[in-house]
């Protein structure tokens, strides 16, 4: 499987221009045939918490939806959508879609943790289901950013079924080292690859985010690291070594679910 990771600087609350953006790096992604791309967490508009609805998509997740399927059968690949803010009564949810290559959705998953230090529990609200779907029936989740820090939820996620864990983040460059050691941690303990895709440059506040989006394999190490620049990050997995891994050391044979 081929997989291409996307990681730019988000404009706060500019939906235009994010999408110009993304639009551009399409068109040449659609040389490299991939089978799979992966956005970052909020790509639409950033965390312009206050004004979410000046960009946020409606109940339906529209108008982003209609841009991924565009993108999605122009590409002729699936799209994992990273995340956008959604109508959700009188807040939003941060919703992350996925559709194929012929424009039809097969994922809907809002965030579960809120992260509270950016101010997102008070204008969103929590997701309740997992992230569970599938690519041409091979398993796979999705969780985003601050769920990464929860390994309870993952192992529940992944125990539905789960070769690939897809992670889109707006990740800070001050804690660079935790997004490593989170990342090669989720994908050794649940043995499945991860691949992540965090933004890069300031927001509004100042705050700088680390980019470095990536893939590790099934047994922890890193295939390959986007490092700072914007740009698309390529891979090609070899989905294989999931149950390679997971026959090497079954884990999931030897867990004690009636003491946990």
């Given at each position: 499987m081929k997989v291409g990771l996307l990681q730019f600087n988000v404009l706060a609350g500019n939906r235009k221009s994010n999408e110009e953006t993304v639009s551009r790096y399409m068109v040449e992604a659609i040389e490299h045939k991939p089978d799979v791309l992966l956005l970052p967490e909020m790509w639409t508009g950033g965390y312009d918490l206050p004004n979410l609805a000046a960009f946020a998509d409606d109940t339906q997740g529209e108008p982003t939806g209609a841009f991924l399927r565009h993108w999605a059968q122009q590409v002729g690949a699936t799209i994992v959508g990273g995340s956008t803010p959604v109508a959700s009564g009188e807040r939003f949810t941060n919703a992350m879609f996925a559709y194929n290559a012929m424009g039809e959705r097969l994922l809907s998953y809002e965030k579960v943790h809120l992260f509270g230090l950016m101010g997102e529990d008070r204008y969103m609200a929590a997701g309740q289901q997992a992230g569970n779907f599938q690519i041409d029936s091979v398993p796979c989740a999705a969780i985003i950013c601050y769920d990464l820090r929860f390994p309870e939820w993952i192992r529940k996620t992944v125990l539905h079924g789960c070769h690939i864990l897809f992670v889109p983040a707006q990740w800070p460059m001050s804690r660079l080292d935790h997004w490593r050691i989170l990342l090669q941690a989720r994908a050794i303990e649940n043995q499945c690859y991860v691949i992540a895709c965090n933004r890069t440059g300031r927001d509004e506040k100042g705050v700088l985010f680390a980019g470095h989006s990536m893939v590790v394999d099934p047994w922890g190490k890193v295939l390959a690291d986007a490092g700072e620049p914007e740009?698309?990050?390529?891979?090609?997995?070899?989905?294989?070594?999931?149950?390679?891994?997971?026959?090497?050391?079954?884990?999931?044979?030897?867990?004690?679910?009636?003491?946990?």
């Open positions: 740009g698309w990050l390529w891979v090609e997995i070899d989905l294989a070594q999931v149950e390679k891994v997971r026959n090497k050391i079954p884990v999931f044979r030897d867990r004690r679910p009636n003491l946990y």
